[in-house]
């Protein structure tokens, strides 16, 4: 049984088209959270047998996962699609295979329908392979979707909702813009709704801009604001997004000391018994604690020193 990978660290999540057996073969010397095979939209209806045929392959070859990716997920295409089965198939039957992402989500029943398929080939054809359930993760590209999401949080296997721009302007009929304003109300709700359940892992939109340095300032102006919105990573499409995404979605080094100087001073504050005290002039109570906690452990999880951190500010007392 092979074990598969059990991290939830996803910060850049890079699509691969399984049409493409450059791409495929391209995708085991690249560095990302984790790639994202799809059989969906960048491979045409005529195309998808071939593209499932070259994706096995690939995959069945593999003995573990590439020594820089984290994550192998497969993008299926959406239920009540005639190709979902297979793809489901195929997903189950690569142990290296730990999540599958489910384009189109629109209400519970399409993760419930996911679910039901998955655990037929998972109790039956697969069961000596298989240590985990395979996750899901859920693609949220219609109005629909964003009205329905306070129950699509409860869907079975759920283990991350990941945003799809393009098609949630076909859907309303939007106008892009480049600071996304349009897409502010769903991506809010998105990022609320996962909280109510804990779920892990909230995607941000891809930045189709990849060239030159415009494309570079727009991706990073993206990650920021995702970021900031409460987003823990980004779609790519392009390798050459994959260091920016992990850089700007990894705590800075600024925050991670700022955070740091707050736990070791709350030890002190906390054995004098205050529950606010001040650092840098700026007030610190329970809710700044726990962020800085927040920050300290993902931190932590992106191979950062925290630990020489710790070292560098043992003397710090909150002021
Ligand atoms: N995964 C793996 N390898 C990729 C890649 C990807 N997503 N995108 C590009 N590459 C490879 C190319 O094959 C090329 O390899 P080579 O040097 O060995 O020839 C190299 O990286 C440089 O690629 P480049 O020439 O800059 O891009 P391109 O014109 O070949 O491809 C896209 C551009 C946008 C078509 C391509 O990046 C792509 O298909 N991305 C994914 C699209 C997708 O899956 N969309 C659906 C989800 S939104
Ligand atoms: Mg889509």
Redesign the pocket.
């Known amino acids: 049984m092979v074990s598969s990978s059990t991290s939830a660290l996803r910060r850049a999540l ?4 399984a049409s493409s057996t ?2 495929l073969t ?2 085991l010397g ?1 560095t990302c959270d984790t790639i994202i095979y ?1 059989l969906e ?2 491979v045409t209806p005529d195309a998808k047998t071939e593209a499932r045929d070259a994706l096995n392959q690939h995959l069945s070859r593999l003995s573990a996962l590439p020594p820089s990716v984290s994550e192998i997920a497969i993008r299926v295409n959406r239920a009540g699609s005639s190709f979902l089965e297979k793809d489901l198939k195929l997903a189950a039957s690569i142990p290296l295979v730990d999540t599958v992402v489910v384009p189109k989500v629109n209400t519970i029943g399409d993760l419930r329908a996911v679910s039901h398929v998955l655990k037929n080939f998972e109790n039956k054809s697969y069961k000596e392979i298989r240590n985990k359930p395979i996750r899901v993760i859920a693609m949220i590209e219609s109005a629909r979707a964003i009205m329905n999401i306070s129950s699509i949080i409860r869907g079975p296997r759920l283990n991350g909702l990941m945003f799809a721009a393009e098609d949630f302007a076909l859907d309303l009929s939007l106008t892009r813009t480049p600071d996304l304003t349009e897409f502010l109300y769903a991506r809010s709700a998105m990022v609320t709704a996962a909280r109510v359940e804990n779920i892990p892992s909230v995607i941000d939109l ?1 930045c189709t801009s990849y060239q030159g340095k415009e494309g570079l300032t727009r991706l990073e102006e993206e990650c920021r604001g995702g970021k900031a919105m409460g987003f823990n990573g980004k ?1 790519c ?3 050459s997004q994959v260091e920016t995404v992990q850089r700007l979605f990894s705590p800075s080094k600024k925050e991670v000391e700022w955070a740091v100087r707050i736990t070791v001073a709350n030890k002190k504050a906390a054995a004098e018994k205050r529950g606010a005290w001040t650092l840098d002039g700026k007030m610190i109570d329970a809710p700044v604690f726990g962020r800085a906690v927040e920050i300290v452990e993902k931190a932590r999880k992106c191979g950062m020193d925290v630990d020489g951190l710790r070292e560098k500010w043992k003397d710090q007392e909150p002021e």
Request: aromatic share 6%; net charge neutral; charged share 25%.
């Open positions: 890079l699509y691969v088209p450059r791409m391209k995708s690249l799809d939209d960048s891809v779609q499409i392009h390798p």
